[in-house]
């Protein structure tokens, strides 16, 4: 019963719970995972590292999978699928606008349309980079390969970033005809 | 005379019963076998019921498979668990924090029936093989 709260099981902890975090297993089961060791030390009065050895070792023989990605690629899809709307709607309204129609509706459709672009290109580079840097951390400790993540990640973080360009120029063209 | 003094030793080294046969005291045996036979060993401990990590170790070295670690055991039990062999649940500890249970499926006690007859025969083959010459049943 002594090992508990004892620094050398504490190290022994935090080490293993930050290879498993590392490998992308969920708080759930890393939860379990110390449990589990802790019943078994507190049965057997053993040192953490006789019964289970090295901690990355053992984190690693363990075999749990990374939790699934399904939900952050979802977002992703989402964001990008919000900023081509939003695209489309910004350079329909401000297209209106710099023809002469300025209402009240085109004016508000226009910066509506616009701040949404925005966030939306904002979220989406926010989630590709998550994205990019889970690939990279899990070819790292796993060995799954990061494959198209690593090579085109500049690319990839650049292109949310295509819409509001594109609306600039939408603008700025619109306004030198008028 | 040096393999005389290896023999002495372990016979020193273990119980009296098992000095009169001289073999291998039951914490020895070699990694590779315990490695092949430790799975079905596993699912053994768990035929008669539900039971937790601490105690199987215990089982196992009760039935002379010497002294199993954690991080030998608690690896096996998830893999069998992902296989759908073995199911688990946490039940109240003695006075500890909880007790993570572990219990063969329907699956896992048809695996352990049909992979233990296996194992006795491939028990029965080795040892029919290695039987010094003219020593071997009809």
């Given at each position: 019963m002594t090992h508990v709260?004892?620094?050398?099981?504490?190290?022994?902890?935090?080490?293993?719970?930050?290879?498993?975090r590392l490998r992308q297993v969920s708080g759930e089961d890393i939860n379990e995972a110390i449990s589990t060791v802790d019943e078994h030390l507190n049965d057997s009065g053993e040192s953490a590292s006789d019964a289970f050895g090295n901690p990355r070792d053992y984190a690693a023989s363990l075999g749990l999978s990374p939790t699934d990605d399904g939900p952050a690629r979802g977002q992703v899809l989402v964001?990008?699928?919000?900023?081509?709307?939003?695209?489309?709607?910004?350079?329909?309204?401000?297209?209106?606008?710099?023809?002469?129609?300025?209402?009240?509706?085109?004016?508000?459709?226009t910066l509506g349309?616009?701040?949404?672009?925005?966030?939306?290109?904002?979220?989406?580079?926010?989630?590709?980079?998550?994205?990019?840097?889970?690939?990279?951390?899990?070819?790292?400790f796993t060995g799954v390969s990061a494959g198209a993540w690593s090579r085109y990640a500049p690319a990839a973080i650049a292109v949310p970033w295509v819409f509001p360009i594109f609306a600039a120029v939408i603008v700025a063209v619109g306004v030198l005809r008028a | 005379m040096t393999c005389l003094s290896s023999v002495l030793d372990y016979i020193g080294m273990s119980d009296p019963s098992d000095a009169s046969d001289a073999g291998l005291p039951e914490s020895q045996w070699p990694s590779d076998w315990l490695r092949a036979a430790l799975g079905l060993a596993a699912l053994k401990a768990l035929s008669a019921g539900p039971s937790y990590g601490y105690a199987m170790i215990g089982e196992l070295a009760d039935a002379g498979l010497g002294q199993v670690k954690g991080g030998t055991l608690y690896p096996l039990l998830n893999r069998f668990e992902k296989a759908g062999?073995?199911?688990?649940?946490?039940?109240?500890?003695?006075?500890?924090?909880?007790?993570?249970?572990?219990?063969?499926?329907?699956?896992g006690r048809s695996f352990l029936k049909e992979q233990s007859r296996d194992w006795a025969r491939f028990a029965a083959t080795v040892t029919d093989y290695l039987a010094p010459e003219g020593t071997l049943q009809p």
């Open positions: 709260g004892h620094a050398h099981h504490r190290r022994w902890t935090e080490e293993f719970s930050h290879e498993l964001a990008a699928f919000v900023a081509t709307l939003s695209f489309l709607a910004f350079g329909l309204a401000v297209s209106r606008w710099i023809s002469g129609e300025g209402s009240s509706t085109v004016i508000i459709c349309a616009g701040a949404i672009m925005l966030s939306a290109s904002a979220l989406l580079t926010l989630g590709i980079a998550k994205q990019i840097v889970e690939a990279t951390v899990r070819e790292r | 062999l073995i199911a688990t649940e946490w039940g109240p500890g003695d006075g500890g924090p909880g007790r993570k249970y572990f219990s063969l499926t329907a699956a």
